[in-house]
């Protein structure tokens, strides 16, 4: 599939109205370098945004480092033993957008809080009796960034600076108020024009980059200017500050252009049609 602009969006599950943590970056076909989308970033700006880029019809791939998805495969379900655990993504979506109506900024702290949702979930000083022993259920596309060398967490894990599971439940927020408007692979069909959703994981880019495992983070000139150039990226235009949010977005842009002409991402071997509609998939894992 051919795309003439590619974004990628770091997340951010902070229950305030910006987010430090959230950027967006923008890289054209060809090989000019990604650029930052400039701006104090709310979750409902980009909400509003996507859905502009959908009215515009622009062939966008855009990347989210999230998860769209709890495990589903390993239990046959979200949610064991609550009645109303969803059948599928977009209702998941569904359910953690009403139940979380009355927070502010498309925050998900009433979801979290449910008495039967918290069963399942780890928080700081509140451990749900769901939760089981360990690291947390995984859904199968985590197993395999796991298999690639990375370190996925569980999205029922709510502590620690790595967790995902707040960005994966704000994230969900927005893709229910998306649907209809955009797809999300490969939750949806591919449509033949307008954009495209994609779940990206950010530390894959810059692990096929070269980044060597145990370096995380990319926070001056060079060291994005050497990964940049791994997909064929001309040198970027310096930045006024260099966060880890920000760069992880350009990296990510940049390896988009460079992944989506690869067929085979398209097509996982272990991704099943039951998959497909429940736990979703990252993109990049083979």
Not at 19 to 26: D, E, Q, S, Y
Not at 103 to 122: C, G, K, Q, Y
Request: net charge negative; charged share 20%.
């Amino acid at each position: 599939m051919s795309f003439t602009d590619f974004f990628a969006i770091d997340w951010s599950g902070q229950a305030v109205e910006r987010p430090k943590g959230l950027a967006v970056a923008h890289a054209r076909a060809g090989t000019e370098a990604p650029e930052i989308v400039d701006r104090a970033w709310s979750r409902q700006d980009v909400l509003e945004w996507l859905e502009q880029l959908a009215r515009d019809g622009t062939r966008a791939l855009i990347g989210l480092d999230l998860s769209p998805a709890f495990p589903f495969h390993d239990e046959g379900t979200y949610f064991p033993g609550w009645e109303a655990s969803p059948v599928d993504g977009p209702a998941l979506w569904q359910l953690v957008d009403e139940l979380s109506a009355d927070d502010p900024h498309l925050s998900a702290t009433s979801f979290i809080n449910h008495p039967h949702a918290r069963r399942h979930f780890r928080q700081r000083g509140d451990c749900g009796d769901l939760f089981p022993p360990g690291r947390g259920r995984f859904r199968v596309c985590e197993h395999g960034q796991e298999a690639m060398r990375l370190s996925p967490y569980s999205c029922f894990n709510l502590v620690g600076a790595s967790q995902v599971g707040k960005s994966s439940l704000t994230g969900m927020r927005v893709l229910h108020r998306l649907r209809s408007k955009l797809g999300l692979w490969p939750f949806d069909p591919m449509p033949e024009t307008g954009p495209v959703l994609v779940e990206i994981y950010t530390a894959l880019p810059a692990r096929l980059a070269g980044m060597r495992k145990g370096i995380s983070k990319i926070r001056d000139r060079e060291t994005l200017d050497t990964l940049l150039a791994a997909f064929g990226s001309a040198p970027h235009r310096p930045l006024p500050r260099y966060d880890d949010h920000a760069t992880d977005a350009m990296l990510s842009a940049a390896w988009l252009r460079v992944a989506a002409a690869q067929s085979e991402l398209w097509s996982p071997t272990l991704l099943t049609p039951e998959l497909a509609c429940t736990e979703g998939w990252t993109f990049g894992v083979p």
